[in-house]
């Protein structure tokens, strides 16, 4: 915190005994309960508005953390009651401070949750919001429906709710021209059975319909077939004048999005795949993000020229994204979301996705959603009926797994944890493709998996490209280089057959201790041949949005010795496939991966995952991060834990983030 005057400070000031508010934050920061920029907030404030309640310089530094937790707002009637449980400080927490530290917290704290809701409201820092439509007072905080934001997110919030309600109209559309349309593109056989919903063709019939739509299942549920089918049928219903863009919260998802389009585009009846789009690029690009500048080139005065924009592994945005992307579009294109309602939600604040679809395993479909169903199927909709949000009205929930059959354990595990069944050892006995090694014998477990693991990219990396004849120098030139590309995009498939996740960033069983840790097993192995610096094998993770370089936060990169000039390089590959070879001097914000969180693995895939939990229970350790890490594996799942009892606590331990959405 800064120097500077004040005209007045907050009532609670220091006397005796007691701790003044000021020093009770800043205690807050020193022990990382609250972040600096909590603390910070109030005081910068204070120099723009000079506010003496205490109440309301806590309140600001309570909204500003609860935010850096990814919530949009703070519910106040459940503040009044729970604000331990809401703000996850309780008392093992506070241990960290001294006790007459705690006692002032608690003082603090009571007496804000004493006032009342009009009394903070006199404060010129909040402003209570005009409604949907209205403009919002210039004061960094808003009250709206009984709870506290901070107004960017509260202006966001109220952006995609208005962008979405104004979609909520069904489009005019000749039913028989759709319906000849979905079975061109489905097998009549599979989705003409008498009395089944098939709800890849359901999810078709309404999104053709509906303006906004959203698409959820669990892994494998056939979510990018559908979206491939739905384009065709899209373009069939558009005499193929639809421009239609594809795009994924992340450089990671959508390269592996633009790999799965291309092939689901192959799998369409001939001629049916014109028109769509093979390349998905990420939100940031399509949005048009610039360096060191917040707001992007398209919004409401600078429109994307697009009719249908398809967004997938929409549990990775956030609500100021998603307010971004709403903006930027015009009012007639046709918006529809994929993704898995069950996955972690964005690191930035807001569960989108999550907010859209509570509700969604019901159906929840009233009357006039039920109409524009009920043409495309034979099935008994009855039990789906009901009166759910308008965001039920725009979604379909796929229920099926083609990936995952019943002998699957990835799929049957995945389904248990969301369930929030409790699972025994027995469990993963009974499946061929899941195991859990658990207490004194994880350690070595995990050494054997990564040796072995780990061997795959790094032995591949070893062979080096494979030399073809070329017919002049210039032909050679690129031909070194073209092998040179396809041996990285070889090296860098390979590493995909392993990864080690994990849930935290800090301590032995964090990234920190177990990047080094691993390190040092595959160098004992011969594998690697140094464990800290630059060196080949070692795969790293972009940390921060790399404009010069293209390179995006959580892009994975694998240092290799170029076969051209003999020097290390990173190799990534790009969204359209390309290989990019960057000098390792170049790359400043990046960190070793043999470790991974699961924040950070979504949207990625591989052939077989392990997740790491650590020791003690975490707050970040919740159900939703458990089948986020089992949902990322494709053949084989590993869970290691040396404490059996914490996958027990996290499944118990649900993510709950405040929203108004
Ligand atoms: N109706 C269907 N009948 C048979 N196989 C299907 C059907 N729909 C999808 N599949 C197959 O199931 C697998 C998973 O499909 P898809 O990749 O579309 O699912 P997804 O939900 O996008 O998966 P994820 O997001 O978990 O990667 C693919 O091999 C696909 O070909």
Redesign the pocket.
């Given at each position: 915190m800064g120097e500077f005057t004040v005209k007045s400070t907050p009532q609670h000031v220091a006397s005796g005994d007691e701790i003044s508010l000021r020093g009770l934050l800043q205690a807050m920061v020193d022990t990382r309960l609250i972040r600096a920029i909590d603390a910070e907030l109030p005081a910068l404030l204070h120099r723009m508005a000079p506010e003496t309640r205490s109440e309301v310089w806590l309140l600001c530094a309570l909204v500003s953390f609860q935010y850096g937790r990814g919530h949009t707002c703070i519910p106040w009637e459940t503040f009044c009651k729970h604000a331990d449980q809401l703000l996850g400080i309780d008392e093992g927490a506070l241990a960290r401070l001294s006790e007459r530290q705690q006692k002032a917290w608690r003082t603090h704290l009571r007496a804000l949750q004493e006032m009342s809701s009009a009394a903070l409201l006199e404060s010129p820092w909040i402003a209570a919001s005009a409604g949907e439509q209205g403009v919002v007072q210039e004061a960094p905080l808003t009250w709206s429906q009984g709870r506290f934001y901070l107004t960017r997110l509260f202006l966001a919030e109220r952006q995609v709710r208005a962008a979405v309600t104004a979609r909520l109209q069904p489009l005019a559309f000749d039913s028989d021209v759709l319906q000849a349309a979905i079975a061109e593109v489905?097998?009549p056989d599979?989705v003409r059975v008498q009395g089944v919903i098939?709800w890849?063709s359901l999810a078709c019939a309404l999104a053709a319909q509906r303006p906004f739509t959203i698409i959820t299942?669990?892994?494998?549920?056939?979510?990018?077939?559908?979206?491939?089918r739905l384009l065709a049928v899209l373009q069939r219903v558009r005499a193929g004048q639809a421009r239609i863009q594809l795009a994924a919260p992340t450089g990671k998802a959508a390269a592996?999005l633009t790999e799965?389009i291309r092939d689901?585009i192959q799998?369409l009846p001939d001629g049916l795949g014109h028109g769509i789009p093979a390349e998905v690029v990420t939100l940031h690009k399509l949005l048009g993000a610039r360096p060191h500048r917040r707001a992007f080139l398209h919004n409401r005065h600078n429109p994307l020229q697009v009719d249908v924009v398809v967004v997938?592994?929409a549990s990775m945005i956030d609500v100021e994204m998603m307010a971004s992307l709403m903006d930027a579009l015009p009012p007639q294109a046709q918006v529809i979301l994929?993704g898995?309602k069950d996955q972690l939600a964005s690191v930035e604040a807001g569960s989108v996705l999550g907010d859209f679809c509570a509700g969604a395993e019901r159906g929840g479909y009233r009357k006039e959603t039920l109409d524009l169903l009920l043409p495309y199927t034979t099935g008994d909709l009855n039990a789906f009926a009901g009166a759910g949000s308008d965001y039920n009205q725009a979604t379909v929930m796929?229920r099926?797994?083609?990936?995952f059959g019943a002998d699957s354990g990835i799929g049957q595990l995945a389904g248990a944890i969301n369930r929030g069944e409790s699972v025994q050892s027995d469990f993963f006995e009974r499946f061929a493709d899941i195991q859990w090694f658990e207490g004194t014998e994880a350690l070595d477990a995990l050494r054997k998996l990564c040796v072995t693991g780990y061997a795959s990219y790094l032995k591949t990396m070893q062979t080096g490209p494979i030399a073809q004849g070329a017919s002049d120098s210039a032909d050679t030139e690129n031909t070194v280089q073209r092998q040179a590309d396809i041996w990285a995009k070889q090296v860098l498939r390979a590493h995909r057959d392993f990864q080690v996740l994990v849930a935290l960033r800090t301590g032995p069983w964090g990234i920190s201790g177990l990047n080094e840790t691993i390190a040092d097993w595959l160098n004992r192995a011969g594998l690697i041949a140094q464990t800290h610096g630059w060196y080949v094998g070692r795969p790293v993770i972009v940390q921060r949005n790399n404009y010069a370089l293209k390179l995006m936060n959580g892009d994975i990169g694998l240092t290799v010795r170029d076969p051209i000039s003999g020097s290390l390089r990173v190799v990534f590959e790009q969204p359209d496939g390309q290989i990019k070879w960057v000098l390792p001097s170049r790359l400043a914000d990046v960190e070793t991966v043999y470790a991974l969180t699961v924040h950070k693995s979504q949207g990625s895939?591989f052939t077989h995952t392990v997740l790491v939990l650590p020791d003690a229970m975490n707050p970040v350790l919740t159900r939703e991060l458990v089948y986020t890490g089992i949902?990322r594996a494709?053949h084989q799942f590993t869970l290691v834990t040396p404490e059996a009892r914490i996958l027990a606590q996290a499944i118990q331990t649900r993510v709950i983030r405040s929203s108004g959405l």
């Amino acid at each position: 915190m800064g120097e500077f005057t004040v005209k007045s400070t907050p009532q609670h000031v220091a006397s005796g005994d007691e701790i003044s508010l000021r020093g009770l934050l800043q205690a807050m920061v020193d022990t990382r309960l609250i972040r600096a920029i909590d603390a910070e907030l109030p005081a910068l404030l204070h120099r723009m508005a000079p506010e003496t309640r205490s109440e309301v310089w806590l309140l600001c530094a309570l909204v500003s953390f609860q935010y850096g937790r990814g919530h949009t707002c703070i519910p106040w009637e459940t503040f009044c009651k729970h604000a331990d449980q809401l703000l996850g400080i309780d008392e093992g927490a506070l241990a960290r401070l001294s006790e007459r530290q705690q006692k002032a917290w608690r003082t603090h704290l009571r007496a804000l949750q004493e006032m009342s809701s009009a009394a903070l409201l006199e404060s010129p820092w909040i402003a209570a919001s005009a409604g949907e439509q209205g403009v919002v007072q210039e004061a960094p905080l808003t009250w709206s429906q009984g709870r506290f934001y901070l107004t960017r997110l509260f202006l966001a919030e109220r952006q995609v709710r208005a962008a979405v309600t104004a979609r909520l109209q069904p489009l005019a559309f000749d039913s028989d021209v759709l319906q000849a349309a979905i079975a061109e593109v489905f097998e009549p056989d599979q989705v003409r059975v008498q009395g089944v919903i098939h709800w890849q063709s359901l999810a078709c019939a309404l999104a053709a319909q509906r303006p906004f739509t959203i698409i959820t299942g669990g892994p494998g549920t056939g979510k990018t077939t559908t979206v491939v089918r739905l384009l065709a049928v899209l373009q069939r219903v558009r005499a193929g004048q639809a421009r239609i863009q594809l795009a994924a919260p992340t450089g990671k998802a959508a390269a592996r999005l633009t790999e799965s389009i291309r092939d689901k585009i192959q799998e369409l009846p001939d001629g049916l795949g014109h028109g769509i789009p093979a390349e998905v690029v990420t939100l940031h690009k399509l949005l048009g993000a610039r360096p060191h500048r917040r707001a992007f080139l398209h919004n409401r005065h600078n429109p994307l020229q697009v009719d249908v924009v398809v967004v997938d592994e929409a549990s990775m945005i956030d609500v100021e994204m998603m307010a971004s992307l709403m903006d930027a579009l015009p009012p007639q294109a046709q918006v529809i979301l994929l993704g898995d309602k069950d996955q972690l939600a964005s690191v930035e604040a807001g569960s989108v996705l999550g907010d859209f679809c509570a509700g969604a395993e019901r159906g929840g479909y009233r009357k006039e959603t039920l109409d524009l169903l009920l043409p495309y199927t034979t099935g008994d909709l009855n039990a789906f009926a009901g009166a759910g949000s308008d965001y039920n009205q725009a979604t379909v929930m796929l229920r099926e797994s083609h990936r995952f059959g019943a002998d699957s354990g990835i799929g049957q595990l995945a389904g248990a944890i969301n369930r929030g069944e409790s699972v025994q050892s027995d469990f993963f006995e009974r499946f061929a493709d899941i195991q859990w090694f658990e207490g004194t014998e994880a350690l070595d477990a995990l050494r054997k998996l990564c040796v072995t693991g780990y061997a795959s990219y790094l032995k591949t990396m070893q062979t080096g490209p494979i030399a073809q004849g070329a017919s002049d120098s210039a032909d050679t030139e690129n031909t070194v280089q073209r092998q040179a590309d396809i041996w990285a995009k070889q090296v860098l498939r390979a590493h995909r057959d392993f990864q080690v996740l994990v849930a935290l960033r800090t301590g032995p069983w964090g990234i920190s201790g177990l990047n080094e840790t691993i390190a040092d097993w595959l160098n004992r192995a011969g594998l690697i041949a140094q464990t800290h610096g630059w060196y080949v094998g070692r795969p790293v993770i972009v940390q921060r949005n790399n404009y010069a370089l293209k390179l995006m936060n959580g892009d994975i990169g694998l240092t290799v010795r170029d076969p051209i000039s003999g020097s290390l390089r990173v190799v990534f590959e790009q969204p359209d496939g390309q290989i990019k070879w960057v000098l390792p001097s170049r790359l400043a914000d990046v960190e070793t991966v043999y470790a991974l969180t699961v924040h950070k693995s979504q949207g990625s895939e591989f052939t077989h995952t392990v997740l790491v939990l650590p020791d003690a229970m975490n707050p970040v350790l919740t159900r939703e991060l458990v089948y986020t890490g089992i949902t990322r594996a494709s053949h084989q799942f590993t869970l290691v834990t040396p404490e059996a009892r914490i996958l027990a606590q996290a499944i118990q331990t649900r993510v709950i983030r405040s929203s108004g959405l």
